[in-house]
T-cell receptor, first 115, second 112 residues
């Protein structure tokens, strides 16, 4: 079974802090993704990575950055946290295949509160 | 904090009933579709997928139906159990892209 592990289940930070959310997958997947999930808005893609050291902006990248130094780890960084970044953050990974799609597999999320 | 289940359409069924959850997708270029289940406090869990060259696929107690003509996807759960209570999302993948577009979800409530 695919295992996607997010380092914290709950996190409380203060406005202006730099916040790091960590995600690790154990299935040698090339693709990794960061989403935020808000009531009424569903899942929105922040950033994704095709492979090590590669990154692409998703639908809502403003205020965030990412790092993919190793294949198994994808970090989301809030450069200067603001209260509107209070949300559930979900990491996912996916095996890259040719000619055939694969599902994304999710971690259990980090519920981040910015005070 | 607020549950992801707030603001969602809700389907309430009795234990043992069959459930049907519907999803309309937006892009006629989408060629791969996935259903996810999300329980309270957990991340979305993969249930079943289907490619656009199929119109039906069955798993254990679940069936996905795809109607490309009207861009409609449905998830059927047989003999629904209280443990099936969760939010269910569909997701579509546009051909040639790595990203998914998610539906807003439907909350399924199963009463004993």
């Amino acid at each position: 079974d695919v295992k996607v592990t997010q380092s914290s289940r709950y996190l409380v930070k203060r406005t202006g802090e730099k916040v790091f959310l960590e995600c690790v997958q154990d299935m040698d997947h090339e693709n990794m993704f960061w989403y935020r999930q808000d009531p009424g808005l569903g899942l929105r893609l922040i950033y994704f990575s095709y492979d090590v050291k590669m990154k692409e902006k998703g639908d809502i990248p403003e205020g965030y950055s990412v790092s993919r130094e190793k294949k198994e780890r994808f970090s989301l960084i809030l450069e200067s946290a603001s209260t509107n970044q209070t949300s559930m953050y979900l990491c996912a990974s996916r095996k890259r295949t040719r000619g055939s799609n694969q599902p994304q597999h999710f971690g259990d999320g980090t519920r981040l509160s910015i005070l | 904090g607020e549950s992801v289940g707030l603001h969602l359409p809700t389907l309430s069924v009795q234990e043992g009933d069959n459930s049907i959850i519907n999803c309309a997708y937006s892009n006629s270029a989408s060629d791969y579709f996935i259903w996810y289940k999300q329980e309270s406090g957990k991340g979305p869990q993969f249930i079943i997928d289907i490619r656009s060259n199929m119109d039906k696929r069955q798993g254990q107690r679940v069936t996905v139906l795809l109607n490309k003509t009207v861009k409609h996807l449905s998830l059927q759960i047989a003999a629904t159990q209280p443990g099936d209570s969760a939010v269910y999302f569909c997701a579509e993948n546009r051909a040639g892209y790595s990203t998914l577009t998610f539906g807003k979800g439907t909350m399924l409530l199963v009463s004993p």
